[in-house]
């Protein structure tokens, strides 16, 4: 046998060697890293690790140490990584109650007018998120718009505070990851067969009964898709709960940002990081036993549908 | 046709389209048709001819601009799709492909509120119909296309509606695939005694299945008939070319006969249809391939320029004058013309029909 004929279209692999490189050298090694940081010692002046193998840093996401050394268990870190689920799931859903009306009725334009809405979606990328994010303290403030508009309108005597509330995170994380929702839902969407949904007319469904039995699982892929594409990024997410939360409802990433800024604990900071990345693996696990199980009954998996 | 015995009543149905580009195509132009309860009917037509649009107003999935349809004897245009008692077998069969066959026929079944126990004897029964047994468990992506044609004939048959609407159900199919599913639809239609009407622009596939066939020319009913009659008897030059093979050529009405083409003055009592049309009128005459005699003569006015052997028949390509007509003879013929020969024409008494344009 000779060596293996490349096939019309196949690609080689060395044009892969670049992209490889970039994956190994700059997303592998921070992890490594990272891996490795959380198993040394603090340092003596909290900036950097000092070279000592410790499991301290694990034993301190579950235990305190009182001044007096002793041990005793300490809820704080797991309450933050509840939180941090809880904000997630709370921000998937809304988006996914939001984005689901949005896609479908898009997918139901004529063709020349969806790719004006689908560009309409995009808008918000074409600033920075950071700038995006301000621009929400002044919307929910005490002297904000709304506050204004339900002021004049009489509604309310004083201002409702919604700045620095988890009503404003959730807000903020909704606002964010909106358009990764109404994306791989549309793009499902637009593939569904609108002559499924008249047969099930024509054999006695009313609209809800074909957007339910119909409809919605013909989506399915695009929706598992969408609540990956937010869940995740939600459930590390920083500037959100940082800039609108005020600290008083922190999320896993600020409390990761604190430990190498002012706690000064990087061994923990990097302890809490793994403790995520495990997290968002088993997370991801769970979507795509999912995603399987989906792409059984529909012949098309979500991990398709995300691109 | 009484209106007791229709189970389908259409009057005076129109409805417009309007083009991407501005303009308007009149898809159905003041149509009036009754379907006979039990009857197999068959609109038949060319493509953007009308008839698909028909199917989607009775079975509610458009909407006409403006007539009535009814469904034994009550008006149904304000109805919703989902309440009316007719069902479709699509074109694309639009089985839910989340749902196993026996889901699918299920479905229509929940729909009208039935309860697990009524629904499962139905399904078994509705399979068991179009000789499924057995592949309920099946998803429909594991079917052959012939297969997924039966469940949704099956799913639709199942709701026993009081028409069932057959939108170019075979079209998808192989030919061979097709012939069996012709009878096999007459079969159940039969067996069932429920009223079909099918849409096909095949008139071959028309002929073999209609009791009543309706021809559709241009968003218009051109014709309606037992299929034979519409094939000896046509009324216009469309449905004489459309219906089978015909020689259409133009005619005169004479004072003693009319004069067809370069063929020459056929006497009256060849021409069918012709009542009424004063001497003078010029229009066409259509006539089957099948229905003319021949003679070899040496100063024939046919001159054959190709001859086709195709199993029984030849089919004999003849040029008369500035016309070129088609014959067809029998291939048991001791002497077949052949190329170069020259022929006489005769026609049978009423062969040649006058057709309007």
Same mark, same amino acid.
Request: proline content about 6%.
């Given at each position: 046998m000779g060596r293996a004929r490349a096939r019309a279209g196949q690609g080689s692999a060395w044009a892969a060697a670049p992209g490889l490189l970039y994956l190994i050298g700059l997303v592998l090694a921070p992890l490594v890293i990272i891996v490795v940081y959380s198993f040394l010692s603090r340092a003596k002046l909290g900036v950097g690790v000092k070279w000592e193998f410790s499991a301290q840093a694990y034993a301190d996401l579950l235990f305190s140490e009182s001044l007096a050394g002793g041990r005793s268990f300490d809820p704080t870190y797991l309450q933050i990584i509840f939180n941090s689920f809880l904000f997630a799931l709370i921000t998937s859903a809304v988006t996914l109650a939001l984005a689901l009306p949005i896609a479908v009725w898009i997918a139901t334009r004529p063709p020349k007018d969806r790719t004006g809405l689908i560009f309409l979606v995009t808008i918000p990328f074409w600033t920075s998120l950071l700038i995006r994010t301000y621009a929400f303290i002044i919307i929910l403030n005490d002297n904000g718009p709304i506050n204004a508009f339900l002021g004049a309108l009489g509604l309310v005597e004083s201002p409702i505070p919604m700045l620095y509330t988890p009503f404003a995170t959730v807000v903020g994380l909704v606002y964010t990851f909106l358009p990764f929702m109404i994306l791989p839902i549309y793009a499902s969407a637009e593939r569904f067969d609108f002559r499924l949904a008249e047969a099930a007319y024509d054999l006695g469904g009313g609209k809800w009964t074909v957007l339910r039995r119909i409809v919605l699982p013909s989506v399915r892929p695009g929706v598992i898709a969408g609540m990956l594409l937010v869940f995740i990024p939600a459930l590390g997410s920083y500037l959100a709960p940082e800039l609108l939360g005020g600290g008083k409802t922190s999320m896993i990433a600020n409390v990761i940002a604190a430990q190498f800024g002012a706690s000064r604990n990087w061994p923990f900071g990097a302890a809490l990081s793994v403790l995520l990345l495990i997290i968002t693996l088993l997370v991801l696990v769970a979507f795509a036993v999912l995603s399987k199980r989906s792409a059984r009954v529909t012949g098309r998996s979500s991990w398709e549908s995300m691109l | 046709m009484s209106h007791e015995t229709s189970a389908l009543t259409i009057n005076r149905v129109s409805k417009q389209f309007s083009t991407p580009e501005g303009g308007v195509v009149r898809a159905l132009d003041n149509v009036s048709l009754e379907v006979a309860e039990g009857s197999f009917t068959v609109l038949l037509g060319p493509s953007g001819c009308g008839k698909t649009t028909l199917l989607r107003c009775i079975a509610g999935l458009e909407a006409a601009d403006s007539g009535e349809i009814s469904l034994r004897g009550q008006r149904? +245009? +304000?109805?919703p799709v989902w309440k009316r008692r007719v069902n479709t077998v699509f074109q694309s069969y639009a089985l839910f492909p989340h749902l196993t066959v026996a889901q699918n026929i299920a479905f229509g079944l929940q729909m009208d509120g039935l309860s697990k126990t009524q629904i499962a004897p139905r399904v078994e029964e509705a399979l068991a119909m179009v000789r499924l +047994?057995?592949?309920?468990?099946?998803?429909?992506?594991?079917?052959?296309g012939g297969q997924q044609q039966r469940v949704a004939l099956a799913r639709a048959l199942a709701k026993e509606p009081e028409v069932l609407l057959l939108d170019e159900p075979l079209s998808a199919l192989d030919l061979k695939l097709r012939r069996g599913m012709q009878s096999e639809l007459k079969r159940l239609q039969r067996e069932t005694s429920l009223t079909f009407v099918l849409v096909t622009h095949d008139q071959e596939e028309a002929m073999a299945m209609a009791d009543t066939v309706a021809v559709f020319d241009a968003g218009r009913i051109a014709q309606v008939g037992e299929p034979r009659d519409v094939y000896l008897r046509p009324r216009t030059r469309f449905v004489a070319d459309f219906i089978g093979e015909a020689n259409v050529l133009p005619a005169e009405v004479m004072d003693a006969g009319v004069r067809v083409g370069s063929i020459g003055d056929v006497g009256l009592d060849v021409i069918s249809g012709i009542d009424g049309q004063p001497p003078g009128t010029r229009g066409h005459v259509a006539f089957r391939p099948e229905n003319i005699n021949w003679e070899r003569t040496p100063n024939g006015d046919a001159h054959v320029l190709d001859v086709t052997f195709v199993g029984g028949d030849l089919h004999i390509v003849a040029e008369v004058g500035e016309d070129t007509i088609t014959i067809r003879a029998s291939s048991h013929h001791e002497e077949p013309p052949r190329t170069g020969d020259h022929l006489d024409l005769s026609f049978p008494a009423g062969s040649v029909r006058w057709v309007e344009d």
């Open positions: - | 149904i +245009d +304000d109805v +047994d057995g592949l309920g468990g099946r998803r429909p992506s594991q079917l052959s």
